[in-house]
């Protein structure tokens, strides 16, 4: 060691793991889902969202039923929260498929309009029996190319976001990412935690 030395900063140990890398992406499960901007492609079969769940149930089996009871949110009025309860339906339920790692939005439990795609163990600490915690293990392309070349070029939608979304027509397609502390550049398909296929409001 030499005289100077004595007066360089210790820097610290950068961990230069990539979280990323601890999920497996092999697919392993007989599911193709293609979305183009016309229509959700399941399987070589056509569909548009909103789907109905009886045409999921027959592709994907039976899902868990997730129904919501009526809010009460406390720094509201009673008056405020009854009406907030008036104007949602009771029959409004959303489902998942853990195993497969896909869950659907559905408007009154009948149609899914909102297809949710898992591509890494999710657990939601207000809710941790909620969101699958399996991945998706098929595949999911938008116009045939694998989904992340279409959502890459996306922007997050604002500066503290953890996801990005790009409309490909009638459809929005929402990517979420978990490692905010990776470059936009340096994020890969790995980083993110789910997609989304919504219909454009």
């Not at 992406?25 to 070589?44: C, F, K």
């Not at 699958?132 to 996306?154: C, R, S, Y």
């Not at 990517?175 to 219909?199: A, C, M, N, P, V």
Request: glycine share 6%; net charge negative; with cysteine.
């Amino acid at each position: 060691m030499g005289f100077l030395d004595l007066f360089k900063k210790n820097e610290p140990a950068v961990d230069e793991h990539d979280p990323a890398e601890d999920y497996d992406r092999t697919p392993s499960q007989n599911i193709a889902i293609n979305v183009t901007e016309e229509y959700v492609e399941i399987n070589g079969k056509q569909f548009t969202l909103p789907i109905k769940m009886e045409e999921l149930v027959q592709l994907f089996g039976e899902p868990k039923k997730h129904t919501f009871g009526k809010v009460n949110i406390e720094f509201l009025t009673q008056e405020q929260n009854d009406m907030i309860n008036n104007s949602v339906s009771e029959q409004r339920a959303n489902f998942s498929w853990d195993d497969l790692g896909l869950y659907v939005f559905t408007n009154e439990g009948r149609y899914a309009d909102c297809l949710l795609v898992m591509l890494r163990p999710c657990v939601d600490r207000e809710d941790p029996e909620h969101y699958p915690k399996n991945m998706f293990g098929g595949t999911l392309t938008v116009n045939g190319a694998h989904w992340f070349e279409f959502i890459k070029p996306a922007k997050p939608e604002y500066s503290n976001s953890s996801n990005k979304s790009r409309a490909l027509g009638r459809y929005v397609i929402y990517g979420d990412f978990t490692e905010r502390e990776f470059k936009d550049k340096k994020r890969t398909d790995k980083h993110y935690g789910h997609i989304q296929i919504s219909l454009r409001s």
